[in-house]
């Protein structure tokens, strides 16, 4: 090697700056891992896709209003709102696309377009961009926006009709003949709150729905169609390592416990109303739940004693949205219960004054 | 007697097979060196010579009477052509000797290091030793273990467990009887019981060529993983012991030194060879990747050139390991004690230059690739607000700066630089663990 010429030095062009000497010059690391924020919202709306649109397959053109019109009042919105204070544009990032999906699948397929508007909109605006936009809203964006449009719009979205004199009367009918559909706004778990208010007098059998809600439930929100499809999207996220197995395992088992320790159906708790959708897709959302892995644990069974409770001792059946509302609150604080004890040290960090 | 493997860390694609195959060849002497006072932890050397002098290959050219230091020998037979401020490779500029060298030498002889006789330690001093991983710490400090901290084991750190480089793993292969010959001298200097050559698995070569000559030495494959070859992470895997927090890596018992530098000591005691040339890896988009046994002071730039020179599409030159590495905005500065390696990245393989402040999204993947098992998001988020008491409660000087944290983040927030930022605060404030 000795002998061999020193060839003068070729420099590559100038790339982008900053540069310096024809080159870049930044602080390391000089490698990143291969994973972007923008791949993962994609591989999380992969994971939402077959359900999606297997509940449009069953609810035909009413799904279809209500995702065109959550997703656009979502994006739009952010769009909008970048575009009005002049920010760099955020609608890339697809956080706010897979924002306007989780909506609409906690929507009733009859929902009037102007509520998944105006929903859309309250997400957005409302629970993120005021915040400071992605990762800095304290609320999970889809449960403010269906929580404001189920509270502004009670009658509309259903929820409370069994005890408001609605399609309480046809509970008996329902209940005995099966026949749900997507117009009473009777839900398996609207009947089953009935029958179990009533002592079981309408003899609701809750394990011979099971075949329904796993499969093809048009009785419920556009995310309720098929639990089957939503389970198996979220382990397909889990073995992707995109959500942590904790908060979906810590919400479900608890709602499956507690549904035993009360007398109901673990199977039928867990697959009826919002916990399925909840579990794996909305209550793990990074921003708005706990970054250590205790506090991960402690959340998800935090989220399904809520759910449970409400759902069998509250006026309205399904909770999942003020469930994991609530335990989004309690995230940072539940955050600072579980620093963890850096390498080397016996006492855990000395805790935040605010909230990192 | 493995203690196991650390929490964390990462799985970084290694790169290693443009070089890692091509054995090591010692590069030609450059018509001039460069070489800088100051190549370690610690007070920088003050020049013995003046511009016009003589050196001879081998001959202290600076040295300065401070415990943590290391003198400075002329790489090669020349002129001192000049004594002043120079560029050099962390991109600060310090005092630094220009040597004229001599055409047509044949780099086998040089002035050996006096005393010959005075001890391991002496040696490693007299020899200019640094650490030859990267951290460049003088090692002669860490061949006088204090009193109240006996050493029993000693550890040789050949995890190279950085992406590209190749250095180590070919010095363990063609000089294994050097790198355990150094083992044995440091083992006997510090009277450690246990010495054992750390070396990740994914070298398999490397461990078996070392165990033929191994003698009284042990040869563990250890997990690959980076930071395997951080001091806290290495020490924990060969001996489960745990470096307290705040403490000196020596409390555990444990003495750790790079393969090289055993290797450099061991030339220093039996030949008396000072520390005048080590071996870099140049690799990443460069024509002919290999490693080469180069002069200190060999300028990148001809070095660059030895390896048939930059291709195209290389965007970003630095030296050292991609994790750890300074980038280099002038490839004129030369090779130091401390350089590992010399990296092209192509803009396929570098980290993405992020323009805009990007937001954290709390996905916690930073926390779970943190080997010291902090929480980088909250450090970074409180020296991103200038909130010094906030990095402090997260226990930001606990941080090794082994870069993971930035690696993994999804949304490639400058994790690490916000973290230096807040220790560095942290450190001018005079806060300590």
Redesign the interface.
């Known amino acids: ?4 010429p ?8 100038a ?2 700056p ?1 540069v ?2 024809g ?11 291969a ?3 923008k ?2 919202m994609l591989l999380v709306i992969a994971a939402l896709a077959p359900a999606a649109v297997w509940s449009i397959v069953c609810l035909g053109v009413p799904a279809v209003i209500v995702y065109v019109s959550c997703i656009v009042s979502a994006v739009g919105t952010e769009f909008v709102w970048n575009a009005a204070y002049r920010r ?1 544009q955020t609608i890339g990032d697809f956080s706010a696309l897979l924002t306007g999906i989780l909506l609409a699948m906690c929507m009733p397929p009859m929902t009037p377009w102007w509520i998944c508007a105006v929903a859309g909109v309250v997400a957005i605006g409302l629970a993120k961009m005021v915040f ?5 809203n304290l609320f999970n964006p889809a449960l403010v926006g269906r929580a404001v449009a189920l509270l502004s719009w009670l009658g509309v979205m259903g929820e409370l009709k069994p005890y408001a004199g609605g399609w309480l009367g046809v509970v008996p009918d329902v209940a005995a003949s099966g026949k749900f559909d997507a117009i009473s706004g009777a839900t398996r778990l609207a009947v089953a709150a009935a029958d179990r208010a009533a002592a079981g007098a309408y003899g609701f059998d809750l394990s011979a729905q099971y075949n329904a809600l796993l499969f093809r439930n048009v009785a419920g929100s556009l995310g309720e169609v098929s639990a089957a499809l939503l389970i198996a999207g979220g382990l397909f996220l889990i073995v992707m390592r995109i959500v ?1 197995w904790r908060i979906p395992l810590g919400y479900i088992g608890t709602v499956a416990a507690l549904a035993w320790v009360w007398g109901s159906d673990p199977v039928f708790n867990v697959l009826a109303g919002g916990v399925v959708l909840g579990a794996f897709f909305m209550a793990t959302d ?2 708005t ?1 706990p ?2 892995k205790k506090g991960r644990l402690v959340f998800g069974i935090g989220c399904g004693l809520f759910n449970i409770v409400t759902r069998f001792f509250g006026p309205m059946p399904e909770t999942t949205t003020f469930a994991i509302l609530f335990m989004n609150g309690l995230a940072p604080v539940i955050d600072r219960m579980f ?8 006492r855990p ?6 909230h ?1 | 007697m493995a203690g196991g493997v650390f929490r964390g860390g990462i799985h970084p694609p290694d790169r290693k097979e443009g070089s890692a195959g091509s054995p090591i060849q010692r590069a030609p002497i450059p018509e001039r060196l460069i070489v800088p006072m100051s190549q370690h932890l610690g007070a920088p050397c003050t020049p013995l010579v003046a511009k016009g002098d003589r050196v001879e290959r081998g001959q202290v050219i600076g040295d300065v009477d401070a415990m943590i230091s290391a003198p400075v020998h002329a790489p090669a037979a020349g002129e001192v052509v000049s004594v002043g401020l120079a560029l050099t490779p962390s991109g600060t500029r310090c005092v630094c000797v220009t040597i004229a060298t001599d055409p047509g030498q044949s780099g086998d002889t040089f002035v050996a290091i006096r005393p010959t006789d005075a001890g391991t330690a002496s040696a490693a001093r007299a020899a200019g030793l640094v650490g030859l991983g990267g951290a460049a710490f003088p090692a002669a400090v860490k061949l006088v273990p204090a009193k109240s901290t006996p050493v029993d084991t000693v550890i040789l750190n050949g995890c190279e467990c950085e992406p590209y480089l190749t250095c180590d793993h070919r010095v363990m292969l063609e000089r294994p009887e050097r790198v355990i010959a150094g083992a044995l001298l440091i083992a006997e200097a510090v009277g450690a019981t246990r010495v054992v050559v750390a070396v990740e698995d994914n070298k398999p070569d490397a461990i078996e060529a070392l165990r033929a000559v191994a003698r009284s030495v042990e040869v563990l494959a250890v997990a690959t993983r980076y930071p395997q070859g951080a001091e806290k992470q290495l020490i924990f895997s060969v001996t489960g012991r745990v470096v307290p927090g705040g403490k000196l890596p020596a409390t555990t018992g444990c003495l750790v030194h790079n393969v090289q530098t055993a290797a450099a000591l061991a030339d220093a005691v039996e030949s008396g060879m000072p520390l005048i040339e080590r071996v870099v890896t140049v690799s990443g988009a460069v024509a002919r990747p290999g490693n080469f046994l180069v002069a200190i002071g060999t300028p990148v730039s001809v070095l660059i050139g030895l390896a048939g020179g930059l291709r195209d599409d290389a965007v970003r030159v630095i030296a050292g390991g991609p994790m750890t590495a300074q980038p280099l905005g002038d490839l004129e500065v030369p090779i130091v004690k401390g350089t590992s390696g010399i990296i092209a990245l192509t803009a396929a393989e570098a980290a993405p230059i992020v323009d805009t402040d990007q937001p954290c999204i709390r996905c916690g993947r930073c926390v779970d690739a943190c080997p010291m098992v902090l929480h980088p998001y909250a450090i970074a988020n409180y020296a991103d607000r200038r909130n010094w008491d906030g990095c402090e409660r997260f226990y930001a000087l606990d941080c090794i700066e082994c870069g993971c944290c930035s690696y993994v983040c999804p949304t490639n927030r400058p994790l690490l630089q916000l973290i230096r930022t807040g220790k560095g605060a942290l450190l001018t404030k005079g806060v300590r663990r």
């Open positions: 090697m000795s002998d061999s020193v060839s003068s030095v070729k420099l590559a062009p790339q982008t900053p310096s000497a080159r870049q010059v930044t602080a390391g690391p000089h490698i990143s891992g994973l972007s924020g791949r993962i760099p400071g936009g992605l990762g800095f942590d990074y921003v739940s970054i250590t620093l963890p004890k850096p390498f080397g040290w016996t960090a000395k805790g935040a004054k605010a990192a």
